[in-house]
């Protein structure tokens, strides 16, 4: 067949290109001159819609593009079954998705997002083409786990109107991300066709797992004038939910029996042996409030100018209350012989009886119950943008902006308890893929057998971390009408980012209250764990487990925490990272008889201020410590040190692509990426040891992750909605950052202290440090119509990795499935779609690698159209009900099992009233 250019796709070119800078950097044609106006309006008018409609503009848009990318069109997503932005870029071909950021387990909504079989981090998200400042609501994420990701929980997918993956990169693009870059498109009011546009969402969601039901509401506002010359947009979000998950963690991972331990005496085979150290029945419940909106307004002063300003806020609360009824192996196990027919597997302990015994009491349990009232992310920004079309051959595009996000956990309220006093108890292992079986004697319904002197309060509290942009750019483009040259784009952008947390209060126990004393707990209006926990997780482990209230455990910690500002201070979890970037940038756009593509040039300069917290030897008289020590705090005096860094990096590129038939479409690219280190592994505290010359902590000279990526494309666009497409890709990383072991050079706190000055020293610290990576893949993608009304929609992606050390790389599943069919006609659709990855290594938990096990989840989505004003839809997530499954591995020893959770399903009634 002959392959032409369609009426929408001039459209969506003309729209993207008269609008504001970003939209030109995913057209690859001039912005139409001021004069054709009005026909993109008039063509903007026969825009199919509806699920067919939304396939032909993305495949339209990706056919144009001179370099490889994936589009979404708004139609997707509202299409598809997802609720944020990530859970519909998951079903394209190279993209996987995570459901959280840190070590606390997967819930049942994607919240990052990583492209081909990398970190999250190497991933840059964009929003209208600049930076957005992020936040999250997880206490680990906020303070020991800090990635350059942006959490999509923050972002409805009601706000989008295209999203454009780029798998290539491009001089124009902004840098940060070596894997590849994400960018989400929001509508502009002159966009729209008609003067006046009003839409709202009213609907609802039920959580199976809680059993709740709980209100969702968005609406729209678009206002142009007949000249099309002014505009604004208004869109407000409401989105209320239920969480519960229940869950089984092996907290700690497994210790090993040190062979002078009491209990080999008479046992010796327990030698060396590992044991599960900390065993939980856990059971998380959340109400996640997300809400928020866009602001856009858009004044054309006069034909070849365009004025723009765009807000948008968004604000995730995420109150939650975990609990965590555990089995407290490091109690007994070292010490007390386990009955005969315990099974010693691979140098595990995988089943072991304990019999209950007098004597001195000894926990055999421990329970956590921790209340975080007041977890909140938030993101926001607010940019202002000029697009001057000077002459017929040269427009400037200008931008400036502002964007901020906040993670906060205001309070923790917790209390520990030990419980299960000399009782018998036991486990037995049925594999990593399985729930530990396990039991302790006591009664688990009631407080009545509590043990608060084995007992602690913890938790920080006045978490507020800060991630914020502060950026201005300004990009030319001249258009040439004679040869191969068709435009030379060129630019510069100036950056200040800081991410920081500037404060953590860690509660501990009052002393000066009687707080072991069980008469002054409550003994009353204590609650119980569902009648159903753990039954979508197989296993047989305590149920039925009482706990407190979040208004109790508040009660509780006001009347027994400390929580003074000056002796608990947490300096550990407090960091300052600030970098000054700065770009140019200079891009030549060729076009030919059936060929297109691109080569340029990015300059890059980054002027890095970490500031890193050191822990100052206690042992050593304040009037001799290091100037600048802060001491007073519990956890001991530390000195605040400023390192400084600047780097510079030239990142050529160039993308190539030729339409070998009207069908048959070839492309190629190679380039050179760059994304600075994760913020915690550049800042996290160090904690040194005089003697030996050897820490653990954060790395501030940790230099960028530069990749070289090539990448080649066969695509087929044999009929029209259709397209059968390969590719290859390889990313090779340079100073990739994994965990190991680096030289650093401090203070010697001991030698200073007794030679009498200032001595500087060589340590060996534990921490993140640079190596080299592979990544490898191929891509798979196949899209056909089948008549008229049914459709077919498939990918494959396979990945492979390896780094330096054998050390595994994050996020790596070698497989990577998606398949989704879908009806429709003028009054009805249906969409039903199936995920699939396997097994990545997703990060460290203390001194263990971890990996989530392969998962799959099914969606479904159904809509009918009413009337021209009222459509309904059914959308359900998670119909499978993934169980998702964590274990851990060291080396050659087994997998062992790690974290085993179940979310339940969620069903969405909508209904979408249209003016």
């Not at 492209?115 to 957005?132: D, F, K, M, W, Y």
């Not at 729209?192 to 199976?208: C, I, Q």
């Not at 407190?548 to 960091?575: E, G, I, K, S």
């Amino acid at each position: 067949m002959t392959y032409r250019k369609s009426a929408l796709t001039a459209a969506i070119v003309a729209c993207l290109g008269f609008s504001a800078h970003v939209h030109a950097q995913d057209s690859q044609d001039p912005p139409p001159a001021p004069a054709d106006q009005d026909d993109v309006t008039d063509i903007e008018t026969v825009i199919v819609t509806g699920i067919r409609g939304s396939m032909e503009r993305s495949l339209d848009a990706k056919r144009e593009s001179d370099s490889h990318v994936e589009v979404v069109s708004a139609e997707d997503i509202g299409k598809l079954p997802a609720k944020n932005v990530a859970d519909t870029l998951q079903r394209l071909p190279g993209v996987n998705i995570s459901s959280s950021s840190a070590t606390e387990g997967g819930f049942d909504e994607s919240d990052r997002i990583s492209l081909r079989g990398t970190s999250p981090s190497l991933t840059q998200t964009l929003i209208n083409g600049h930076t957005v400042g992020t936040g999250d609501w997880f206490v680990l994420s906020q303070v020991q786990t800090v990635g350059r990701s942006v959490s999509y929980s923050l972002l409805p997918a009601e706000i989008v109107s295209q999203v454009v993956v780029h798998k290539g990169s491009e001089a124009r693009l902004v840098e940060g991300g070596s894997a590849g870059s994400i960018n989400i498109i929001t509508r502009r009011p002159l966009q729209f066709a008609d003067p006046f546009t009003a839409e709202a969402n009213v609907g609802a969601v039920y959580s199976d797992l809680p059993g709740e039901t709980k209100p969702q509401f968005d609406a729209l506002l678009n206002w142009k004038n007949d000249a099309g010359t002014a505009g604004i947009l208004f869109q407000g979000f409401y989105e209320k939910r239920g969480l519960r998950r229940d869950g089984q963690e092996v907290v700690g991972g497994f210790q090993q029996i040190a062979a002078d331990a009491p209990v080999v005496a008479t046992n010796p085979d327990l030698a060396g042996v590992l044991y599960p150290n900390l065993i939980g029945s856990t059971l998380f419940e959340q109400t996640r409030e997300r809400k928020g909106g866009v602001l856009d307004i858009q004044v054309k002063p006069t034909d070849n100018l365009t004025l723009g300003l765009n807000a948008f806020y968004s604000k995730l609360q995420a109150d939650n209350f975990n609990r965590n009824y555990m089995l407290w192996n490091s109690q007994y196990v070292p010490t007390t012989a386990p009955l005969p027919g315990y099974e010693i597997r691979d140098g595990v302990l995988v089943n072991a009886e304990y019999p209950a015994v007098t004597g001195p009491v000894v926990p055999r349990g421990v329970y956590d119950q921790i209340s975080r009232p007041g977890a909140s992310s938030e993101s926001k920004y607010l940019t202002l943008d000029a697009d001057w079309q000077v002459t017929d051959r040269f427009g400037i595009k200008a931008q400036a902006g502002q964007t901020e996000g906040h993670g906060r956990s205001d309070t923790q309220d917790v209390m520990e308890l030990g419980f299960g006093g000399n009782a018998a108890s036991g486990w037995s292992m049925n594999g990593a893929g399985s729930p530990v079986d396990w039991h302790v004697g006591g009664d688990n319904a009631s407080p009545s057998g509590i043990l608060p002197a084995f007992g602690w309060i913890f938790g920080g509290q006045g978490i507020n971390v800060l991630d914020k942009e502060d950026w201005a750019q300004a990009d030319g483009q001249l258009y040439f009408s004679d040869g191969a040259l068709a435009t030379l784009d060129f630019g510069v952008r100036y950056a200040e980012h800081t991410r920081r947390n500037d404060n953590e209060i860690a509660q501990g126990p009052n002393w000066a209250t009687d707080w072991q004393n069980v008469a002054n707990y409550p003994t009353g209006d204590y609650q119980s764990y569902p009648g159903d926990f753990g039954n979508d997780l197989g296993g047989n482990f305590p149920t039925g487990i009482w706990y407190w209230t979040p208004d109790q455990l508040a009660d509780l910690n006001d009347r027994f925490a400390d929580r003074d500002p000056v002796t608990r201070f947490y300096w550990q979890d407090l960091y300052s990272v600030k970098e000054k970037a700065g770009a140019a940038y200079v891009q030549a756009n060729f076009e030919g008889e059936r060929w297109a593509g691109n080569v340029g040039l990015r300059y890059v300069r980054t002027q890095q201020r970490i500031v890193t917290n050191v822990a100052v030897n206690p042992t050593i008289p304040v009037e001799d410590q290091p100037e600048g020590t802060i001491n007073g705090s519990a956890f001991g005096p530390y000195l605040p040190t400023l390192s400084r860094k600047t780097y510079e990096e030239l990142l050529p590129s160039a993308n190539f692509k030729f339409d070998i038939t009207d069908d048959l479409v070839a492309r190629v690219s190679a380039s050179k990426t760059l994304t600075r280190p994760d913020f915690s592994a550049l800042a996290g505290s160090v904690s040194l040891d005089d003697l030996t010359h050897t820490g653990s902590g954060g790395n501030p000279d940790l230099d960028p992750i530069v990749s070289t990526n090539f990448d080649a494309a066969l695509e087929w666009y044999f009929a029209p909605r259709a397209l059968l497409s390969g590719s290859v890709f390889l990313m090779k990383m340079k100073d990739y950052v994994t965990f190991g072991t680096s030289t650093q050079q401090f203070i010697d706190q001991q030698a200073s202290q007794d030679a009498g000055e200032l001595i500087l020293g060589d340590y060996q610290v534990s921490s993140p440090v640079n190596t080299d990576a592979d990544v490898k893949g191929i891509e798979l993608d196949y899209q056909q119509p089948i008549g008229e009304n049914f459709g077919i929609n498939a990918n494959y992606t396979w990945a492979d990795s390896e780094s330096d050390g054998d050390k595994p790389v994050f996020g790596t599943s070698k497989n990577t499935y998606n398949v989704s069919g879908y009806f429709e006609n003028d009054r009805f659709n249906a969409r039903l779609s199936y995920t699939r990855r396997s097994e990545f290594y997703a990060g460290v938990a203390r001194t263990d690698d971890f990996f989530q096990d392969s998962i799959a989840n099914v969606s479904a989505s159904i809509g009918f159209k009413a009337t021209d004003w009222l459509s309904i839809t059914f959308d359900a997530l998670n119909l499978n009900n993934p169980k998702l499954k964590y274990y851990s591995q060291t080396g050659d020893n087994p997998k062992l099992p790690y974290a085993f959770y179940s979310n339940g399903r969620q069903y969405y009634l909508n209904f979408h009233f249209k003016l």
